[in-house]
């Protein structure tokens, strides 16, 4: 109840803020965009990180205010690039399942965009399987709806929970990011790398884009590069980064 009550008041207090973690083009080597992560700058206790708190904000229902901070943040800062000269940055957001139960996504994404001047085609929003297949019917709706903004979608932790592949086809999504679970043993682990060039070859048959998440080798780098895998994110390139520290990083490397 605490942490409920202190989380409240963050949200009040602007403690909450994104840190952004880099993706590169495995085709091109060029900087791809970036995916948001929440952090948060709790006074006395330092900078925390979401699996201490994001449970929380599931449990207690805060997620849905919480994340319409987060579009309408995410939408302040791609603008705030683009006006200062950094350029143009694609930044993934992470949608919290009840996030995308029960609030109106396409209002809430229309709105920021709107607010911020946006240009929709930076914005992409990443959903979990069990999000997605909890009301796959009500889903289809709604990703039309978004995709109709403009903005992108990709099916996060690709993998680990259940997605029908009859949906899959049908679901109008961009892009799936495969899990770091198949991605840490790669290279030693044949069963992982198995299903890693499996969700690669779907992905592409489907006409989907395939980022693999957790990169920290440049062994694990080479091996997705070989497999046609087409944007990396991870450790290997750069850990997520306060937004000016990003900035400085793309305006040094292109
Ligand atoms: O860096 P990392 O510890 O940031 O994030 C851990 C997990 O917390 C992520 O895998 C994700 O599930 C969740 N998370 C991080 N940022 C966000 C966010 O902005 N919104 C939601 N809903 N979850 C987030
Ligand atoms: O949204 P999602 O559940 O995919 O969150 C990604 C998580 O993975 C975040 O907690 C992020 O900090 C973390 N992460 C990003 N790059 C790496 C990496 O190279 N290795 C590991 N172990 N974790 C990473
Ligand atoms: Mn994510
Ligand atoms: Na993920």
Redesign the pocket.
């Known amino acids: 109840l605490d942490m409920e009550l202190a989380l409240r008041r963050a949200l009040d207090n602007n403690e909450l803020v994104l840190h952004y ?1 880099p993706k590169v083009n495995l085709h091109t080597g060029l900087f791809a965009g970036v ?1 948001s ?1 929440l952090r948060w700058q709790r006074p006395g206790f330092g900078l925390v ?3 201490e708190f994001v449970p929380v904000l599931e449990d207690t229902g805060l997620v849905v205010r919480v994340g319409a901070w987060i579009i309408d943040a995410a939408c302040k800062q791609i603008s705030a690039w683009l006006n200062d000269g950094t350029g143009p940055v694609r930044v993934a957001v ?1 949608v919290a399942s009840r996030q995308f139960a029960e609030g109106d996504l396409a209002l809430l994404v229309r709105e920021a965009l709107m607010r911020h001047k946006t240009p929709p085609e930076l914005l992409e929003l ?1 959903l979990t399987e069990t999000a997605l297949m909890s009301n796959a019917e009500r889903t289809i709706t709604v990703l039309q709806h978004l995709k109709a903004l403009g903005i992108k979608v990709a099916i ?2 690709f993998g680990t929970g259940y997605s029908s592949l009859a949906y899959l086809q049908r679901f109008p999504i961009d892009k799936l ?1 495969i ?2 679970a198949f991605v ?1 043993d790669i290279t030693t682990n044949p069963n992982d790398a198995a299903i890693a060039l499996a969700i690669i070859s779907m992905a592409h048959s489907l006409k989907l884009q395939v980022i693999a ?4 080798t440049r062994a694990q780098l080479e091996y997705l590069r070989r497999s046609r895998c087409d944007e990396i ?4 390139y750069s ?2 980064l306060p937004p000016d520290e990003l900035g400085q990083l793309v305006q040094s490397g292109r």
Request: glycine share 8%; proline share 8%.
């Open positions: 973690q995916e992560l990180y979401p699996a992470n990443e996060d932790d990011k899990d770091i840490r998440e957790g990169v920290e994110q991870g450790y290997f850990k997520p």
